[in-house]
C-alpha cells in the first residue's frame, strides 16, 4: 500500500487558523486564476498581520506570478520537445535551479561550477546560464511548466559506448484515428469518412512502419500511402538511418516524398513524434473538419466543434515546408490559409552533425517528365558559443541547388535564422533563389515576439518544378514573398493577448492574408475571451489606361469572423459558456454546458441561434475514454436537418505476454507495464496516464529516448489488499527499444476473527495465538477479537488460553476475497486440543 500515511505530521496549531497565505499562493499557481487584489493594488498588511502572515509576504507576490521556493513538480520542455514530468527545485525568487537531476531529465551539460550548494551534492545549483548564456528560461507557473530553449552545445550527447540504456525487445503495434460524419439536410445528404492507420513492429531497435490514409467524401474513396519505412540509431556513426519511402528533413531543402536511403544526425532522434512548434489556428463557424497537408501529403485530419481551434504537436513531415490549412464544414463549405515554415522554425537551431539522403521522388504531377534520382547531402556546425552555420548542395540530372543557413542570438535574447537558396534548372535555363529570415525573442519576462519573411525571384525552382516546360503567365503567377508576425502578451492585469498575421503576395500583384487575434482574461467569477479571424485575399494589380500607372483593386474577398465568449464556472469540472459570433451579415448566440464527469466521460450540450435568419440549432457532444480506446459521439440538429460524427482514436500492441490496447497512438519508442494481475490499476507515464487491463498489463505509449522517464503507479488506484514493494521506476530507453515494467505486487489478506470457546464465551483477553508451526502470531484483544495481517485462504490457529490450556481455532474463509476493504470478518470456535 502507498506509503503516504506514513508521512503524515501533525498540523502545527497555526495551520489549523485560517491562511491568506495559502489562498494567494494557491491562486497565483493555478491556470487562468485571478487573485483578489490585482498587481499593483497591494496587499493588506493588516490583514496578513491579523492572521499571523509575515507581511513580507506581500513583497513576495507583487510583482509578478512565481513558483514558490522549493520543490515542485512541473513539465518540461527543452527546444519545443516535451519531457515529461520532473522534480523542478526554484530559490527564493522564484528561479530555476538547474540541479545534476534537472539537467539529467533535459539531456544537458553538467557545468562543474556551482551557483549554490545544497545540503546534498544532487541538491547543488549548477551555473548553467554562465557556460551557456544564450539559454532562454521561459517560466509558467500558471500552467506548471518550465520551457528551455538551449543552444545545440549544450546538449548532452547519448553516451553510446556506457550501455546505460535500455535496448532489444519486440513487439507488433497498429495505431488508428477513425472519424466521420452524416449530414442530411433538405438540399441532400453528405456523408465522409476518414481513416489514418499505422502498422509495423519493432525488434532489435529497429523501427518498421507504414502509414497510409483512407478518405470516402460522398462515396468517392481514395487512399493516400504517405510512407513505409525501416529505421534505426547506429551508434558507430552517431546517426539515424532510414530507408524505404521516407520523407527528407535535410534543414536546408524542402521536404521530398523519396523512395530510397537517408541518414541524420542522432539528435534528430532524440525528437519525439509530433514534437516541434508548428501551430495552427482558427475558427470553426460550425462543426468542421481540418485537414493539414505539407509537400502536398495529409498528415492531420481532425474534427473540430463550433468555435476557435488550436492544433499543435502536428507530424511534421519536415521543418522547411509550409502547412497547407483547410477548414471544411460538413454542409462542404471550405475555407483555406497556409501557415509558411518559417513561422514555426522557433528558436530551436538544427541539430548539429551530416545529412544526408538519395533516391527517386515519389510524388510527380501528371505532365512532368518520369521522377527524377535526387541526391542531397549537407551538413551542420556550430560556430562558438552563440551561432552555427550549415551548407548543403540537392542535385539531380537537369537540376542543382544549393543552400546555406546562419543561426545566432544577440545579447541572450534575440535569436536570429536566416537560409539561402540557389537553384539552376538546366532543362529551361532558369536560375533563381530565395531567401527567408526569422526573428525570435521573449522582449520581456511575459512578452514573445516571432517575425519571418521570405522571398525568392521568379526564376526560383524546386525540385518538383524543373523540367516543366514555362507556360505564359507561368512566371508572374509564382509566390513573390511571405511574411508572418506573431506576438503574445501575458500581463496579470490586462489578460492574455495573441496575436498572429501572414502575408504572401505573387508577382502578379495577387495577395493573399490571414489574421488570427485573440484577447483572454480571468475575471473573478467568469473568463472572458475575443477572438477574430479575418482571411483577405484576392487583389490583383491592374493597368489603368488612361495613365498607364500600375493600381490595385480593392479586396475581392473580406473574410471577417470575429467572437466575444464568456465562461462561467459552475464548480468542478463544469462550466456555462455563452458567446456571440459574427461573420459577414451573420449573427448567432448560443449558450452551452460542459463537464468533464471523471477521466473517462465529459460532455458538451448547447443551443445556437442565428440571428439573421431566427433559426435555431440545438448540439451534443460526448467524449468518452474507457481506458483503452478513445471516443467521440456528437449530433447536431437544425431548420435544415440533422448532422451525426463520430470519432475513434487509440492503438493495439501485440507482444509476448499478449494484446494490449492504449487508449493513445504508439511511438516509435514504448513499453509494456505490469501490475501483477491487477486491473484498472492508475499508472503515470510521460505520455500520460494509463490503465491496466483485465491480465494486469497496459502499454506505455511513448518514451523519450536517451533520457530517463518516471513511471509510477498510482496506489489509490489499487486494491486494498494489495501492497506493492516500489510503486516507481525509472528507465533510460534507447530509440526503438521496447522495454517491460514489471511492479511487484503483494496480495494481503487481513482478517478480523471473533473467537469463542466450546461454551460460547468470549476467548479471554491477552491470550497467545500460534500458527501450525508454532509460531507467535498475534494476541486476543477484547471481546475475543483476533486480528490476522496476512490470513491463508484455509489455517489452524493455536490459542493458548492458559498456562495448561490451549485450543484449535480453524478457518475457512469465503473463497472469493472481497479486495476493496481492509480486512473481511469472521466468526470461529475453539475446540479443546
Known sequence: MSNLSNNRRAAPSWACRPSLLV???????????????????GFDLAALTTHGIDPKVSDYFRTAARF???????????????????????????QLCFTADLLDKAGLVKPRALVREGAKAEQGCHDFLADFPTTMVRLRPGSDEVALVVPTQSLREPQWESGQFATGGAAGLFNYDVQGFDSHSRSGTSQFVSAYTEAGFNVGDWIVRSRQYYVSDNGKARTEHQSAFVQRDIAALQSTFQAGQISSNNPLFGGLQLSGVQFSPDGQSRVPAGSNNAVVEGLAQSQSRIEVRQSGALIHSTLVPQGPFRL????????????????????????????????????????????????????QAADAAPPPVVAMGGGTWGLGRDSSAGFGLLSTEDYWSAGGTLSSVFFQRVSVGARHNQSRDSLNAISGSRSSVSVSSPV??????????????QGYREVLEAGRPVKSGDLDSRFKNQYTAGVSWL?????????????????????????FASWNKSFRYADVGLIADSQVGGTRARRDVDTGDNRRDSTLDDDLFV????????????RVSSYVSRRGQQSRAGSALTERVNDYVNYDIGVERDLSAREQTLHGQLNLMPRFTRMGLGVSHDSQGSTYSGQLQGGVVAHGGGVTFSPYTVQDTFGIVSVGDIGAARISTPHGPVWTDFSGQAVIPGLPAYTDSRIEVQTQSLPKKVDLKNGTKVLAASRGSVNNVAFDVVKVRRMLVTGRDEQGRPLPQGASVFDKNNRFLTSVVGEGM????????????????????????????GTQPDHDKFYETTSAVCHGG
Open 563 to 574: 467572437r466575444l465568449q464568456v465562461s462561467v464556472p459552475l464548480g468542478g469540472d463544469r
Open 786 to 813: 483476533i486480528f490476522l495481517n496476512d490470513a491463508n485462504d484455509s489455517q489452524e490457529l493455536r490459542v493458548s488460553v492458559s498456562q495448561a490450556a490451549t485450543c484449535l481455532l480453524k478457518l475457512t474463509p
Open 23 to 41: 489562498g494567494v499562493a494557491t491562486l497565483w499557481s493555478l491556470p487562468g486564476a485571478v487573485p483578489a487584489l490585482e498587481l499593483g493594488e
Open 444 to 457: 520581456h519576462a511575459n512578452i514573445d515576439l516571432n517575425l519571418s519573411a521570405t522571398t525568392q525571384t
Open 68 to 94: 514558490r521556493e522549493g520543490v515542485q513538480v512541473v513539465g518540461l520542455r527543452v527546444n519545443g520537445n516535451p519531457l515529461g514530468l520532473v522534480d523542478a527545485r526554484f530559490d527564493a525568487q522564484g
Open 491 to 515: 500581463d496579470p492585469t490586462l489578460g492574455a493577448f495573441s496575436l498572429g498575421y501572414t502575408r504572401g503576395a505573387q508577382f502578379d500583384g495577387q495577395a493573399a492574408e490571414h489574421l
Open 312 to 363: 499543435t504537436g502536428l507530424p511534421l513531415l519536415n521543418g522547411t515546408s509550409d502547412l497547407e490549412v483547410s477548414v471544411i464544414d460538413v454542409r462542404g463549405g471550405k475555407r483555406s490559409f497556409v501557415v509558411p515554415a518559417a513561422s514555426f522554425a522557433g528558436a530551436a537551431p538544427a541539430a548539429p552533425g551530416y545529412y544526408f539522403s538519395l533516391g527517386k521522388v515519389r510524388e
